[in-house]
C-alpha cells in the first residue's frame, strides 16, 4: 500500500509548470467520445523511471463507459499497447465509479468526463518514449456501440510539465481510491451470512457520511444487487447490505478471502483490498426510521394508534369476544348503573392490562435480542394452546355442555359477570378482546406500530397504550353512559338461542386457533391438545359426573395436559401441501433482484396461518380475479412467505422495510427495484397499478 | 414481414428488447418473421455466448439456448455453456464442436459485415422492414416500425439476411 502512496504523491506534485508543448495525442472523435492519450511530462529527463499518462475520455450527455468491474453487463476499457517504444509496463488505475441503475441492474462506470491514469514504466531510463495505444472503450447508452482508436503520443529526451494534462491527470488519480489503512476510515463489520446472500459492510467515519456508497467485488460470476444503505451513531456509521446474485446456472462457490471493497462518499474514495471478514451481520442501525421522535410526533403517532385500535374493534378477530361481552352485558339490564360502569370500567383495564404485557414482553424480546412483531405470540405452541383451552371451555360454556360449578370460583369469573359480585369476569373479556385483536391488523395500526417497534421505551409504552385506548374505547363510552345498556332488548327466552349462536362464532374461533396450531406445531401436537381438551370437556359435563372424587383431579390433569404437551412435542415438518396449491413460488430473498434484472415483477405476499387480515386479503383480493389472473400471467412472479413459524429471513424482509407486523405485500419489477410496499388492506385497484407501475420499464436517459 | 435485430448477449438493453421481440411471432403468427443476428461486441464472452446459440441451432435447441443465456447475468465461458447445454438435454460434445464448426463461423463472420453495410453501429440495432432503430425501442416505437412497414410497398433491402 505504500507503493500507492507513493504513487499518488508522484501524480499530485504535477501541479504547475509551463505548457511549452502540449503532452496530448491527436485526439480521436468519435460519435459519442472523444478520447486523448496524455502525459504529465513534455519530455524524458536524464535518468527517469516512471512517467504517468492519463487516458482522457469526454462522453457525450448520456453514454456511460465502464470501470474495472462493470456490474451484471458492460466491459471495461481495454488498451493494447503494441507498437511502443521504451515501454516496459502501464498500470490503469481506476477513478471511483458511479453507480447507474436501469431496469434493476446494478452498473459501475463514468459519465461526461473521466481521465484513467496511466503509470508508465520505462525500459530505458534515458531514452525517448513513444506510446501506441489501440483503445477499444464500450460505451452504452441505451444502444452500446464500441469506440476503437489508435492514438499515439512521443516525447521525446528533454523536460518540462504541460499544466493542463498534469492537472487533469491529478485530479483523475485523486479520485483512485487510497488504502482505507491511510484514512480516517475503520470497518466495523464486514459478513456474509451463512446462506450466502448477503453482504453487510459497516464502517465508521468519525467525520460523517454525507452519500456514502459501497461497491465490493468478488470475481465474475458473483455480482451484487441494490444496496440497501443506512446511516447511524449520528451520520458518523455507515450500514450497507448488498444482496448477492449468485448465477443460478453455475452457482459458484462464494470465495469469501477474494472480496475487495472500494468506499466512496462525495469525492472520497478509499480501497479495502482484503477487508477482515466476520462470522456475524451486524443489525441495521435503529435510529434510521425513527430518530428521537418530537413530543409532536409521538402524539400524533398515539393519536393514528388510537384510531387503529378503534378500527381493530370491528375486524374478525375480536368480534367473538364482543359478543362474550355483550351476552353479559344483556344480562346486566337489571344492574345498577353503578356496576354496570365499573364492570365496562374493568374490561377497559383489562384490554390495557394486556396491551401492558404485550410493550413489556416486546422490550424483554428487543432487550435480548430477538425478532420482534405484532402477533408473534401466535408462533408460539404454547400460548396457542393457552388460548384454545379457554376458548374451547368458553364455547362448550356458551353452548350448554356443562354450567361451571368450580369449588375455586375461578371458572365462574372467567366466564362472565352473570353475578353481581367480581369484577374478575370482566376484566378478562378485556383482556381476551387484546389478545384476539393481536393477529389482526387495520388500517393505522401498522404505522403506529413499526413507529413503537423502531423507537425507543418511551415510544412503545405510549403507543402500546394508545392502542389499548382505541381497542377500550366501545367500553370507555357504556362506562360514561350506563344507561346504553338498557337500550339493549330485555332477557328472555331467545336469550338460549343467542347462546348458542355466539357459543358457535367461538367454535368457530377455537376451530380457527386449532388450524393455526396445526401449521405452528405440526398435528401431532394439535391432536394432543384437542384429546385432552375433550377429554376436559366430557368431564365438566354431566357426563363426567360418574368419576365422582376423582373427577376435579382428572379435569385439572387434563388441562395441564392440553397446556404442557405441545411444548414436548417437536414440530413437524411443514407440510408440502401449502406451497404446491397454487402457482406462487417459496419467499426467497436472493431470487427478487434476480428476476427482477430478467424483466419480470415480483410481488411478495408474506403471511401467516394466524394473521386473518391476510386471509381476508388472500380471499377477497389476491384469489380473485382480476388479480389472480394478472399474478399468473407471463412476467410475473407471485412469492409467499409463510411466517407462520418463526422465521430470521422473513423478520429481517418485514424490518428492512419499517414493518413489524402482516399482511405485508410489495411489488419488484424494472421500474422499482427497490420494492413497493402495498397498504395493509388490500384492494384490486391497489394491486394492479402497482404491478403495471412495476412493470413499464422506464428508460433512465430518454 | 421480416423483423432482423442485433443483438449481444452481455448488452443490458439488448436484452429487454430480445425479450419483447420475442413475443412478437406468437402475437402475430402469420407476418413476423424474427431472425437474431449476434453482434458480440462485449468481449470474449459475448462471443462465447453467440457462438453456443448458434451451435444449439444446429440441434433445434436456438429459442430456449437463447432464452437461457439472455438471463444469464454472468460472464459466459466454455463451462457455462456445457451446463446449459446439459441442462436442456442437449449433446454436449456435439455443440461445443459446433461452437467452431462452418456453420457458427460463417454467422459470425457475416454479422459484423451485414452491420456495417446497414451502418449498424452497436447494439441492439432493429430492422423492421427497411426501417433501421438504433437502440432500444420502447413499445410504442415498435409499434410505429411495424406501421411503416406495413406501409411499404416494397420489401427488398431485407435480402441480405436471407
Redo the contacts between chains.
Sequence with gaps: MRHLIALLTFFLSFTVGSAALAASSDAHNG?TTTMRLITAENGIAPNTRYVSAGLHIELEEGWKAYWRSPG????PPEIDWTGSENLENVEMLWPAPTRFR??G?E?FGYEKEVTIPLKITLSNPDAPLDLNASVFL?V???????EEAELSLSLPLGSGIDSESASLIADAAARVPGSIDQSDITLTNVAFDAAGTSLVVEAQNPAGWISPDVFPELG????FGAPDIRLGDGNRLVWASLPI?S?P??EPEIQAETLRLTLTDGTLAVDAPTPDLSDAQTRPPFSLTTANAGMVELLSIALIAIIGGLILNIMPCVLPVLSIKLASAIKAVDQSPARVRGGFLMSAFGVLAFMWVLAAGTLAARGMGMTIGWGLQFQNPLFLAFLLAIITIFAANMLGLFEINLPSGLMTRLSGASSGGGYGGDFATGAFAAILATPCSAPFLGTAIAFAMAGRPIDIVVIFTALGIGLALPYLLVAAKPGLVRMLPKPGGWMNGLKVVLGALLALTAGWLFFVMWGVAGPRATLLVATSLAALIWLLSPLGKSLGSARSGTAIAAALAALILPALVKPDQMSPTEVAETSWAVFDRGQIA?LV???DVVFVDVTADWCLTCKANKALVLDRDPVASALTQQGVIPMRADWTRPNDQIATFLQDFGRFGIPFNVVYG?SAPEGVPLPELLSSDVVLEALAEAGA?R?AS? | MQIAVFTDFNCLYCRFLDRKLSGLPEKRPDDATLKAHHLPLLGETSLWAARGALAARQQYAYIAFHKRLMSAAFAIDPDYLAIVARQLGLDEEKLMRDAFGPIAEREIAKSPASAAQLAVNGTPGLLVGRTLACGYVSDGELDQLIRIKAEETSSLPCGVFS
Design positions: 460519435p451484471e453487463v458492460g466491459l436501469a431496469f441492474i452498473n464500450l452504452c447508452e441505451d444502444i452500446c456501440i464500441p465474475e460470476g458473483v455480482a446474485l448465477d446456472v453455475t434476480r434484472s430478467q424483466g424494472p420499464p428508460l430518454r
